[in-house]
Nanobody, 123 residues
């Protein structure tokens, strides 16, 4: 089972990026999948999550109204559309998955992670 994150890059403040997380090795129909981020010197924090089967979404207050999490079951891929980016959004972004259709925002509850993809927002 593997998660492969991609889509990071350098963007100016106010710009947009879309991150992808391709999942392989199993289906995630009974999973909660999420995006976390980790800035230098800071702990990994929850950004957004989605109950894969029903599509219910959850967001950190800092990104509500700017970021949108979604999934494509046919491609087994998780997305994070990030709009109106700010310099404080600069971080390594990680996708994570955990079994069970329950919201979980603590990183220690996730055993399956993709590698990080770096997002840098310049002012």
């Amino acid at each position: 089972v593997q998660l492969q994150a991609s889509g990071g890059g350098l963007v100016q403040a106010g710009g947009s990026l879309r991150l992808s997380c391709a999942a392989s090795g199993r289906t995630f129909s009974n999973y909660f999948m999420a995006w976390f981020r980790q800035a230098p010197g800071k702990e990994r924090e929850f950004v957004a999550g989605i109950i894969w089967s029903g599509g219910t979404t959850y967001y950190a207050d800092s990104v509500k109204g700017r970021f949108t999490i979604s999934r494509d079951g046919t491609k087994n891929t998780l997305y994070l559309q990030m709009n109106s980016l700010k310099p404080e959004d600069t971080a390594n972004y990680y996708c994570g998955a955990r079994p069970g259709p329950f919201v979980r925002t603590a990183q220690w509850e996730y055993a399956l992670w993709g590698q990080g993809t770096l997002v840098t927002v310049s002012s």
